[in-house]
């Protein structure tokens, strides 16, 4: 007898409750299309005016919730997270693909990022003015937005969402949140443990469902005060184009990071680095490495070291101990990224991988063999679009400058590295790199809770920076206040 599928409902207005429409979708393992996770709701969009009106409803109490009793539940859900933080872990291994280990440390980020908030929003306020009239105090007071939208995408379903709503809550907005559907239960957990920390009803409202069904309500409605969005820039900018004027937006798009290696780089790390940024979430990170920008006169020992290390990589199922590579986390993203290896063989030379697995324990998953390309210019289509998948294009450089040049030439600007031993390298790239972060002797990907993450160019639609305590001032105003003494 096969064993009874699970159903989760939305929560609105402080209730647990089944779509409107009636319809769901299933939650697939990627690793194993065998197994459904659980049926989520196929929100409409009398959901999502449903989610926007609690929200709106909630704002006023919420907003006068003293600071210190917000923080409180944030601290209770980051310890509900993290006493349960294997179930949820090995549950978001099981709905995106990646390791075991990376699925347990997300939920403990996310617990991290709660109590992070909830220690920086107590001593996040105003600033008193200097001016010449004794008589008069002139100062200033941040201040919720109101209603307040997050939509996370599948690739970190529990660390994403809770660097936008903790601080949001903080702040005293009130929140939408809209998880991607490809992974929506690790984003449910995370309004459970918000929920069972006390949250007040209305405060936090979590719906699933299409773009297309409820998208339009959760972003053009004239209660939405703000929009933090993470996904594809071609999503981020339709979104761009149709909310109101005074809607704020923080937008997190997509990248195609570079890694250059110099001349005088500690080849193994500089592999390392090549093979942590590219291939250990299965290239799907907005900040993994996609370019590898090498020195002529490395190059070759370069790539050598490259394919011997990548020929070695372990592929296969998130819960199985070892594995390097798990599966591709959507059959959609499986075909994206075949096509773009099709049209990379078309451009350039194919060095290793590339292949559709199937058999044994690939037979029901969408896994491929990581893929490195050689001979590719700037211009081509692998050099220069996003792909999300284990693919790298390895670009030949002359020197520093040329190298600079080709890391630059494109429309993304998220994340960039440099192997390196020379200061001046270091210091020109910091300098000169056009890009939100920027590291040396580290891999494109990672970021601190406590630092500030963004890009530039088409990386990044907002001057709002997400994480650390910036991540505060997206979500309130300033009030300028002249009082008569």
Not at 57 to 86: C, H, M
Not at 284 to 306: E, M, P, W, Y
Not at 410 to 437: C, V, W
Request: glycine share 10%.
């Amino acid at each position: 007898m096969s064993t009874p599928v699970e159903e989760f409902f939305n929560h609105i207005n402080g209730e647990w409750v089944r779509s409107r429409s009636g319809r769901t979708f299933d939650n697939i393992n990627p690793a194993d299309t065998r197994e459904n996770l659980g049926r989520f709701q196929a929100s409409a969009s009398a959901d999502a005016e449903a989610a926007v009106g609690a929200a709106a409803a909630a704002f006023e109490g919420w907003r006068k919730t003293p600071i210190s009793q917000r923080a409180k539940v944030l601290n209770k859900a980051a310890d509900y997270l993290e006493a349960n933080a294997d179930r949820f872990g090995e549950e978001l291994t099981r709905e995106e693909g990646k390791s075991q280990a990376l699925g347990r440390d997300e939920f403990l980020r996310a617990a991290q990022t709660f109590r992070f908030y909830a220690m920086e929003s107590q001593t996040f306020g105003g600033e008193t003015y200097p001016q010449d009239d004794p008589a008069m105090q002139v100062y200033s007071q941040r201040e919720p937005l109101g209603v307040v939208t997050v939509i996370s995408p599948w690739n970190f379903p529990a660390s994403i969402p809770a660097r936008k709503i903790a601080p949001a809550l903080a702040m005293g907005n009130t929140v939408v949140f809209k998880p991607s559907s490809d992974a929506p239960l690790s984003g449910l957990r995370l309004t459970e443990a918000l929920v069972q920390a006390g949250l007040p009803k209305g405060v936090l409202n979590f719906i699933t469902g299409r773009a297309g069904d409820v998208g339009p309500i959760i972003t053009t409605s004239r209660a939405i005060c703000a929009i933090s969005f993470t996904g594809s820039t071609q999503a981020g900018m339709h979104i761009q184009r149709t909310v109101h004027l005074t809607t704020r937006l923080q937008m997190e798009l997509g990248g195609k990071n570079p890694l250059i290696v110099m001349e005088d780089a500690d080849l193994d790390l500089a592999v390392d680095l090549a093979v942590k940024g590219g291939f250990s979430l299965t290239g799907q990170a907005c900040t993994g490495t996609s370019r590898l920008i090498v020195v002529s006169a490395v190059k070759a020992a370069f790539t050598q070291k490259l394919l011997a290390r990548v020929q070695q990589l372990k592929i296969g199922p998130g819960l199985t101990p070892g594995m390097d590579l798990g599966p591709l986390a959507t059959e959609k993203q499986l075909q994206t990224v075949l096509s773009y290896i099709e049209i990379g063989q078309g451009e350039a030379t194919l060095l290793c991988g590339g292949e559709r697995l199937t058999g044994g324990v690939y037979e029901h998953g969408y896994y491929v063999s990581p893929a490195v390309f050689d001979g590719v210019k700037p211009s081509m289509r692998i050099a220069r679009e996003e792909i999300f998948g284990p693919v790298l294009a390895i670009i030949e450089a002359s020197d520093f400058a040329d190298a600079m040049a080709k890391a630059n030439d494109s429309e993304y600007g998220l994340s960039a590295a440099i192997a390196t031993r020379n200061p001046k390298y270091m210091h020109d790239f910091a300098q000169n790199i056009q890009s939100g972060t920027v590291k040396i002797n580290r891999t494109t990907t990672g970021n601190l809770v406590n630092a500030p993450f963004g890009g530039v160019k088409n990386s990044s639609t907002s001057t709002f920076r997400e994480s650390g305590r910036v991540g505060m001032e997206f979500f309130t105003q300033t009030k300028i206040v002249y009082r008569a003494a």
